[in-house]
């Protein structure tokens, strides 16, 4: 008599490259006829039955874990599919990962079911198959109303609810603020930026303008909010921009610019008045929520515009913006009459040009 030994487990393997196959969107046939192009299977000489049957497998369990990510603690939970922790990472991050040029159409739109509806053109232009923009744009929505009425930081929010790393919950919180507040990102003069240029800008604004910041007095609220206390202070700056103000401005600027190009110095002699009450009026238009949501355009229009057409590079304008800054704290106004509003000043405008210089085309 022949003896067998026969082991029986239940640990859950994941077969990584299909599970990207199979967030990618692509159907169980697609995916084995990708499979099929590979070398190292052609070696075994799989036929593509083989393999079709062994993608269904996988699509079948994967769609029963799908339940468990979209509450990734309920996969931590669960003692149906034993899987190592590692992997458990890896299906958790891997499901809420998105392609930046989808989630690029979804910036500042309402999440609602017209959005989704419109995501077959999403598809087509992005080129992604619709049943991954399905579930990018589903993700978006339930980690943004997962978050949106909790108290404290964003991303340690999306962290301790979806188990997320930090780069990709920062992205999320990044998405997440913008869609709250409803910045305007889609305006076809806007189009040239990309998701990573707006998700920098978003990051910027929650850590040093929502009540994240270190120098908010009230920590317990939403980032997903502008700090009103600070909204409130910056009005105080409408000051710079009267006439005695500005001239003692002007003429700090003007020495902090010594040794910038001639074209640079005559151009921000003639100029600095409309650069300054440009900078001035966007901080006061913070408090309306109708300017506020123009945040973007206004920057491109009255600052990133005018300074393409003298023709500045990149590092000309984050040198002008830094002497601009700073040749303000010296002023009497910030210096000696209202000292209070330093820190306000360095919270704005810290976070202001780090956004003109991410939002400039580079060349």
């Known amino acids: ?12 393997m994941i077969d ?7 967030l990618r969107g692509c159907t169980a046939d697609e995916a084995a006829q990708c499979l099929q192009k590979q070398e190292s299977l052609q ?4 036929t593509i039955d083989d393999l079709l049957s062994d993608v269904q497998d996988n699509f079948r369990l994967f ?65 992604v198959p619709l049943r991954s923009c399905r579930r990018q744009f589903d993700n978006i929505k339930r980690v943004f109303k997962a978050v949106e009425e909790l108290k404290g930081s964003l991303v340690e929010n999306i962290q301790t609810h979806f188990l997320l790393s930090e780069p990709l919950a920062r992205d999320y919180a990044a998405i997440t603020f913008i869609c709250n507040n409803r910045f305007e990102t889609g305006k076809k003069k806007l189009s040239y930026l990309r998701f990573r240029d707006f998700a920098d800008c978003a990051g910027r604004m929650i850590t040093n303008w929502s009540y994240s910041s270190v120098e ?10 502008l700090d009103r206390n600070f909204l409130l202070s910056l009005r105080e700056v409408k000051v710079m921009a009267e006439k005695e103000c500005l001239e003692e401005h002007r003429q700090l600027m003007l020495k902090a610019a010594q040794g910038f190009p001639e074209h640079m110095k005559g151009h921000l002699s003639e100029n600095f008045r409309t650069l300054s009450k ?6 006061y238009g913070l408090n309306h929520n109708r300017e506020s949501k123009d945040i973007f355009i206004d920057l491109f229009e009255k600052l990133i515009e005018p300074f393409t057409q003298c ?5 000309e304008v984050q040198k002008v913006m830094t002497a ?33 210089v991410r939002m400039y085309p580079k060349q």
């Open 43 to 46: 070696t075994f000489q799989a």
């Open 16 to 22: 990584p490259e299909v599970y990207d196959l199979w």
């Open 324 to 356: 601009y800054k700073d040749s303000a704290l010296q002023t009497e106004f910030l210096a000696r009459t209202s000292p209070h509003l330093q820190t306000v000043w360095e919270r704005y405008m810290g976070t202001l040009c780090a956004c003109v």
């Open 311 to 315: 023709q500045y590079s990149c590092g």
């Open 216 to 225: 908010c007095i009230i920590h317990e609220n939403n980032d997903v909010d």
């Open 1 to 12: 008599m022949n003896e067998v030994e026969v082991f029986v487990g239940n640990h859950t």
């Open 278 to 283: 440009t900078i001035v009026n966007i901080a």
């Open 63 to 127: 769609c029963f874990l799908e339940n468990m990510l979209k509450s990734p603690p309920r996969l931590r939970d669960q003692q149906i599919y034993q899987m190592a922790q590692d992997t458990q990472t890896m299906l958790i991050e891997k499901y809420y990962g998105f392609d930046p040029v989808v989630v690029r159409e979804f910036l500042g739109k309402k999440l609602a079911s017209r959005t989704r509806k419109d995501l077959d053109d999403i598809s087509e232009l992005a080129r």
